[in-house]
């Protein structure tokens, strides 16, 4: 495993909300064109650790984070990393679907228009493909001028990873986006996932263990704080090497 | 059998509360009802009389520039132009809610979006405290701090336009601002976090995201705060110098609605002209207050829509 190859590379890495302790020195590496999948009880840290990758962490007041996190060899705690462009590197989707009140032209067009980019055909280019690599486009061509919020929820977390995908992120942490829709519209991300898998690394936390092993080339399981095992999700699900994990995947707690 | 009549005898004792309950609310409400077509039909009949029995036309009620209502003009008919007082009440409120505006948001987003601890411990209680200083405190503030610094800084006599305009901003200025406040932390926290997500900056995200999905609240916040800046009477009475003339500038005394309406309401008689046609200036006003209700609601819904 030679540094060069991981796009993300996170070293004992600590996190505090204010004196509780949330992650217990978490090491673990991103290969590049790959799904990991983190899985893990409620409130074992996979929520908190993903956010600790695009520093969504800084805008909780009183967090603290030490060890190391490098972006393609760059750290990007360190005081001369720019957030903002860290932010357009590593997009998110969040669990609830949470499309802006605009309509859903412009809820794509976001990312574009504060980048300062001002060429209309440009931006409506841009916006059309994007809705087609979310698998959506064919949704929502009609009424593109129309609230995004009138959308159904599965819509809007396509229009919502539309939008992320408009700002041509290298990498897109998903924190449960398909946690509450229905399966239709979760088979539909799946597969749109695997899709993007040729251009994007993708971090996903998901509570469904079937999801997990249908999409992710890794598997990383958390628990209280600790990364207790990571590897080929294969392997995770068929042989896992610690008992905690045997023993959430065959799920005898959490 | 005994339990079950004792359980239907208890059921009637509830339905027959709950029906008790209704009729005293549906009293209550009719009574209200009842106040308000009241008013509402004496301000319209006396407001309107002096248009049928007075022989007033609402052209000139309206547009005419001269108010003396005591005497008669040339063309023979009483000199009731309101336009000075229309004209009055529309400057001082436009000129205040102009400068209240920027001031209020500011300072909401200040409040909500840059320094929350600072905005909750100090600048909340502080507006909370303004909010509830009563009206004449506000003109006697106006009175002797405003008015002579227009004296001052313009010479005259410092009674003006720009007087009442200033007391009316400050008055309005915390009821504004702790409405947008409000309206401002009801901006999901999820769309200020899936902007800075994409990449956008703190001051982008304030203008973009949450100002925009804000608008509706903020507009009508502002609308609020000019409903009580036209309905202010007291404080504006104090400063703008009560002069029924037509606004020429912003610096001599002047009048609005609600100022020549309790200068005068006690000194004419019932029935007369000159008492009908203040009634035609208070007709306005709950026009206007009707108006600004609509508008309220009218943009709360178009917000709804989105
Ligand atoms: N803003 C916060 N302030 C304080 N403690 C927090 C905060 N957010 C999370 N925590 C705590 O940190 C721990 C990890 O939370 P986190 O949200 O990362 O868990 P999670 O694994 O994502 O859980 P879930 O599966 O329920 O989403 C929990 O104990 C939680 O209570
Ligand atoms: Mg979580």
């Known amino acids: 495993m030679t540094s060069e190859n991981h796009i993300i590379e996170t070293k004992d890495v600590h996190l505090y909300y204010g004196k509780k302790e949330a992650l217990k020195g978490v090491s673990l590496d991103f290969l590049p064109n790959e799904i990991t999948a983190l899985i893990g009880p409620s409130g074992c840290g996979k929520s908190t650790y993903l956010r600790t990758l695009n520093r969504m962490n800084d805008l909780i007041p009183d967090v603290t984070v030490t060890g190391n996190v490098t972006f393609e060899n760059k750290d990007i705690y360190s005081p001369k990393m720019d957030t903002v462009e860290l932010r357009k590197k590593i997009g998110m989707v969040f669990q609830q679907p949470n499309p802006f009140p605009f309509s859903i032209f412009e809820n794509v067009a976001y990312g574009l228009r504060i980048a300062g980019m001002k060429d209309k055909a440009k931006i409506a280019e841009i916006v059309e493909a994007s809705l087609k690599k979310a698998a959506v486009w064919e949704d929502v061509k009609d009424k593109l001028s129309k609230s995004a919020l009138a959308l159904s929820g599965g819509q809007q977390q396509r229009v919502c990873i539309a939008r992320v995908l408009a700002v041509e992120p290298a990498i897109i942490l998903l924190d449960e986006p398909t946690s509450a829709l229905d399966p239709v519209s979760s088979g539909k991300i799946e597969r749109m996932l695997l899709e993007l898998k040729e251009e994007y690394t993708m971090i996903i936390v998901t509570h469904n263990m079937q999801q997990a092993s249908r999409i992710s080339d890794k598997t990383a399981f958390f628990l209280d704080g600790h990364l207790i095992e990571h590897g080929e999700t294969r392997q995770i699900f068929t042989n896992p090497h610690k008992k905690e994990t045997e023993d959430y995947i065959s799920g005898r707690f959490g | ?306």
């Open chain 2, 1 to 306: 059998m005994e339990d079950s009549q004792k359980k239907l005898a208890e059921h009637s004792g509830k339905s027959r509360l709950e029906k008790i309950g209704k009729t005293i609310s549906f009293l209550c409400i009719a009574f209200i009802v009842f106040v308000v077509l009241s008013i509402l039909y004496f301000v319209a009949s006396k407001g309107i009389a002096t248009f049928t029995k007075d022989g007033v036309s609402l052209i000139d009620f309206l547009t005419g520039k001269i108010w003396n209502p005591g005497s008669i003009g040339e063309n023979g008919k009483p000199l009731t132009g309101a336009l000075p007082m229309i004209a009055g009440s529309f400057i001082v409120t436009l000129l205040a809610a102009a400068v209240a505006t920027p001031f209020a948001i500011g300072a909401a987003i200040f409040m909500t979006e840059i320094s929350p601890t600072v905005g909750k411990k100090i600048l909340q209680p502080v507006i909370e405290l303004l909010v509830g200083i009563p009206s004449v405190v506000y003109g006697f503030i106006g009175l002797s701090v405003v008015v002579p610094f227009m004296r001052n800084t313009f010479g005259g006599s410092g009674f003006g336009i720009i007087s009442a305009a200033i007391v009316l901003f400050v008055m309005i200025l915390p009821t504004v601002t702790s409405m947008s406040v409000d309206t401002l932390k009801s901006v999901p926290r999820y769309y200020r976090e899936a902007s800075l997500a994409l990449g956008a900056t703190r001051w982008q995200t304030i203008y973009k995201v949450v100002l925009r999905s804000a608008t509706p609240g903020l507009l009508t916040a502002v609308v609020f705060g000019m409903a009580r800046a036209f309905g202010e009477a007291l404080a504006v009475q104090m400063v703008i110098g009560n002069a029924a003339l037509m606004p020429t500038n912003l610096i001599t005394p002047a009048s609005t609605l609600t100022s020549i309406l309790t200068m005068n309401m006690g000194n004419t008689v019932m029935g007369t002209l000159e008492n009908n046609v203040l009634w035609s200036l208070a007709l306005i006003l709950l026009v206007m207050a009707l108006f600004f209700n609509i508008l309220t609601r009218w943009i709360g819904k178009k917000g709804a829509m989105n």
